[in-house]
């Protein structure tokens, strides 16, 4: 499906990964999630072993490590935050090269750091192996409110229409001999956007109307059936249920 | 009315009176039939009430006086999943008719909501592309289309309902030359009542034998295309203007049904 449809973050494939039905990814990657965030951060040999889990995937779904550690500078902003933890939590204080740093604030700048880049790289792999569209009818197919399904599928649709409008007002402000330099042109630059919000609304009033034309009634109707076999769900869970005994034996051990 | 007439036509609107909620009355009772089978165009300048004649054909604007029926069906709330089915409405711009991800499932949309599924709906999506000589976009999302593919898609979209009778808002609108006549060419090969509302008279004379003027919200003139379009009076009464140099005396009217 979606050939032309490429995303940034998908990478093209036949691996088995890439034709595991959406909805079973979807609910591994989740499960996954939760498994890691509930090990105790402690077990640092446990996140070494799920990091051999995830790489096991990737290598599994043929994505080549640098494309995966590159999506995975997303992170970088979120981390910020756990690298401050040492120098301002309070409480027992080590002293490392020199610098004074919390106990309690490195352990948690590591929780932090290792289940973020865990759950991050997790995502990175799905979204990779994944369309748009799929995880679209994932979401639809484990039940979640329609209504979020129908904003994040019209979010795909009309982000590009949105962002093009965007260009052509900026290419007209030009034109005219506008550029912004300083706070002195943000006045002009919010009336921009509220210009955009409003065409962007009426745009949204005209899609409704030619959404009740069709017979919407307020539910999307169901197109694409996607299933998944006994087979197919074990194949998806295994990633989940490994790491599922790793978390055991770090609570255990 | 004789019955006969009652049986055939593909739309009928009697005594349409609106007026908006803001006092603005866009229609005075505007009274017309179209026949099954037939190419009507709706001319008008602008802020004639085109665009609110077109949203009482399926039942989206209601509320004023006068009635619309659809092949015998009247408009009104007790019908309306299956009047929305029969009129198919082209929206002027594509971008807010294909508002699916991909063109497939936009054109499933419409029949998906009537309850089509599987293979049927699969047969009825492939049908309606090829009509409009699109199968091969099938996967393809629609902006990543152009400008005149998405105007064919949106038109497939509204054949997928298999309507009574295809209304299209300005058709011809923003397409380049070719565009434009590949779109007639599938205009015309296509088996169904078409409602043409445009300003593009050229394309009218060659797509409609029968044009409407719709002006001050009452049908001011109803007739042949080439015959209204030769009246100078009338053009001019209704702010309709030639495109410079065309004489519509000097080219064939459009031939009807074979």
Redesign the interface.
């Known amino acids: ?5 490429a995303h940034k973050l998908y990478r093209h494939g036949h691996s088995p990964v890439h034709g595991l039905p959406p909805h079973t990814k979807l609910a591994a990657v989740f499960a996954f999630v939760v498994v890691v965030v509930s090990t105790p951060r402690e077990a640092m040999w446990a996140f070494g072993l799920y990091a051999v889990l995830l790489t096991l995937v990737a290598y599994v779904a043929r994505v080549p490590a640098g494309f995966l550690l590159k999506r995975l500078l997303i992170e970088v902003p979120f981390v910020a935050f756990a690298v401050l933890m040492p120098f301002v939590a309070e409480g027992e204080r080590v002293e490392v090269l020199g610098m004074s740093l919390s106990v309690s604030g490195l352990w948690g700048a590591w929780n932090v750091l290792a289940k973020g880049t865990l759950g991050v790289a997790a995502s990175v792999l799905l979204a990779s192996t994944t369309e ?2 799929e995880l ?1 009818l994932g979401l639809q197919r484990l039940k979640l409110p329609p209504l979020l399904v129908q904003i994040a ?2 979010m ?3 982000g ?2 949105i962002t093009d409008e965007m260009r052509r007002m900026r290419i007209a402000r030009e034109s005219r001999g506008f550029e912004a330099r300083g706070v002195r042109h943000w006045g002009v630059l919010a009336k921009s956007a509220g210009a955009l919000f409003i065409r962007s609304y009426e ?1 949204g009033e ?2 409704h ?9 307020g539910s999307m ?5 996607v299933t998944a076999s006994r087979a197919q769900w074990s194949y998806a869970f295994a990633l989940p249920f490994a790491a599922l005994v790793v978390c055991l034996l770090g609570w255990t051990l | 009315m004789d019955p006969v007439t009652a049986v055939t036509a593909s739309l009928e609107v009697s005594g349409l009176a609106f007026a908006y909620p803001d006092g603005h009355q866009a229609l005075f009772g505007v009274d017309f039939t179209i026949a099954r089978g037939e190419r009507v165009a709706l001319l008008g300048p602008n802020g004639a009430g085109k665009t609110t004649l077109v ?1 009482h054909l ?1 039942g ?1 604007l209601t509320g004023g006086t006068g009635t619309v029926r659809v092949a015998g069906l009247p408009v009104g709330r007790e019908h309306m ?1 299956q009047i ?2 029969r ?3 082209v ?1 002027q ?1 594509p ?8 063109v497939r ?1 936009d054109v ?3 029949p ?4 089509l ?1 599987g293979p049927e ?1 699969e047969a009825r999506v492939d049908h309606a592309l090829a009509l409009v000589g699109m199968a091969a976009f099938k ?6 289309l152009s400008f005149g593919q998405r105007r064919r898609v949106a038109v497939a ?2 054949l997928a ?1 298999e309507p009574e009778i295809l209304v299209l808002d300005e058709p011809s609108s923003n397409l380049d030359p070719a565009s434009r006549r590949e779109l007639a060419d599938i205009l015309r090969s296509l088996d169904v009542t078409v409602l043409m509302v445009t300003h593009d008279l050229p394309y009218a004379l060659e797509l409609c034998p029968r044009s409407l003027v719709l002006s001050d919200g009452v049908i001011a003139a109803d007739g042949k295309t080439a015959d209204l379009l030769a009246d100078d009076e009338l053009m001019r009464a209704h702010r309709l203007e030639l495109p410079y140099g065309f004489d519509p005396r000097s080219v064939p009217a459009a031939p009807g049904r074979p």
Do not use: C, K, W
């Open positions: 499906m979606g050939a032309g449809h748009l569209r679209l599928s019209f795909i649709r009309y590009d229409v745009r005209r899609v109307l030619a959404m009740i034309s069709r017979g919407y009634t109707p169901v197109i694409d059936e | 949203l399926n989206i999943a929305r089915r009129v198919g409405i929206f711009d971008d807010d008719q294909l508002f699916m991800p991909t499932e499933a949309f419409g998906a909501a009537a309850g599924r709906l996967d393809r999302p629609p902006h990543h979209t509204v309902m």
